[in-house]
């Protein structure tokens, strides 16, 4: 196969940042995606509503002229979340989820849940109006090993909240383990999970063989080779529960080279051609649209996008930046470690 054509997709994980680095990033998203889901971990984090609607008015200003995209705002959870204020979001129509971080648990995240019977009252309300929770799912305990911190979360942490509010629609982000798969693949409901771009082509070898590569750490990082080749097959399987969410997450090159680098990789510019690239691998490129532009949409409740994008395979590789240039800073680019073939044709 040569070309495939598809809906126009959506990204159900981003990070794009404020201010310059924003306005730095925001093309490479909006090229390509009609819609994402827009992470609150700010400094300060979007707590409100009002905070919510700033952000957004932020975000569309940033859009590049021509480029058709909406934001889909989230509230980050804290103890202190006013529940009526969510649900005046949802009301509204602005806001899309609430994001949990436990305390600690990766960029920005330190304003966080520490205690989760404090989030009840809210979590109560969010499975009673029908308004998704989005969890980075990780325990932060400093005695679990940070390979196993996903595991430990779903046992400790997401099994008991959906045992005592199975109504409540809850989104593994980021899954990297086996272990969540599998999960998800058990649950007889309102449960889903996205999956990176990087996480389908990268494992904790990439970090660590040869040297430190700071600009392949992640949170929830890489890990070994039997947990990528899940997330494979779930992402290739056509699994209604199984969507994109690139985790696109830019930080400037002295924040991620230095003593103690920040998590974050940066695949917005070339995710559509890594993921046709791994979908052809598993000869699967028939899967890719409903990996990348139904699942989610069809778990959010979201109409489709009637746009079509054409992706075709080049006989050359394709040149995309090692970096990008942003007012912030320099921006490494996410490097899948083999040529890209496969080009969106504009």
């Known amino acids: 196969m040569q070309s495939i054509t598809i809906r126009r997709p959506d990204d159900w994980h981003l990070h794009l940042r404020d201010g310059a680095m924003l306005e730095g990033v925001i093309g490479d998203t909006s090229r390509d995606f009609a819609r994402a889901i827009v992470m609150p971990n700010l400094v300060p984090p979007v707590v409100t509503v009002a905070d919510a609607e700033a952000y957004r008015g932020r975000i569309m200003a940033a859009v590049p002229k021509g480029d058709k995209f909406q934001p889909l705002m ?55 109006i029908g308004l998704p929770l989005c969890v980075h799912g990780e325990v932060t305990t400093p005695g ?6 996903e595991a430990v979360f779903i046992e400790t942490v997401l099994d008991p909240l959906r045992k005592r509010l199975p109504e409540l ?28 771009t990087h996480h389908l082509i990268i494992n904790r070898n990439a970090i660590l063989v040869g040297g430190i590569r700071p600009h392949y750490y992640c949170l929830p990082v890489a890990k ?8 494979r097959a779930a992402a290739t399987s056509g699994d209604p529960r199984f969507f994109l969410g690139t985790d696109s997450a830019p930080h400037i090159d002295p924040l991620k080279e230095c003593a103690c680098g920040c ?28 990996f990348a532009s139904l699942n989610g949409p069809a778990w959010y409740g979201l109409p489709l996008n009637e746009e079509r994008i054409t992706l075709v395979k080049r006989d050359n590789p394709l040149n995309f930046p090692s970096k990008v240039e942003t007012g912030a800073g320099l ?3 996410f490097d899948p470690m083999f040529p890209l073939y496969w080009d969106i044709a504009r």
């Open 74 to 128: 989230t509230l980050y959870l804290t103890e202190d979340t006013n529940a009526d204020d969510i649900e005046a979001g949802k009301t509204s129509g602005l806001i899309t989820a609430v994001k949990l971080y436990p305390a600690g648990a990766t960029t920005n995240s330190h304003g966080g849940v520490r205690d989760i019977e404090k989030a009840m009252p809210v979590l109560e309300r969010m499975a009673r």
């Open 331 to 333: 921006v490494t680019v």
């Open 263 to 290: 998590a974050g990789i940066y695949t917005s510019i070339n995710t559509m051609s890594c993921l046709a690239h791994v979908f052809e691998q598993e000869n699967a490129l028939d899967k890719l649209e409903a």
């Open 144 to 149: 679990v090993d940070i390979f196993d911190r």
């Open 224 to 231: 070994r080779e039997n947990h990528r080749l899940a997330l």
């Open 169 to 196: 629609k809850v989104t593994m982000e980021h899954v990297t383990t086996k272990d969540g798969i599998d999960y998800i693949k058990s649950a007889k409901g309102n449960l889903a999970g996205s999956i990176t």
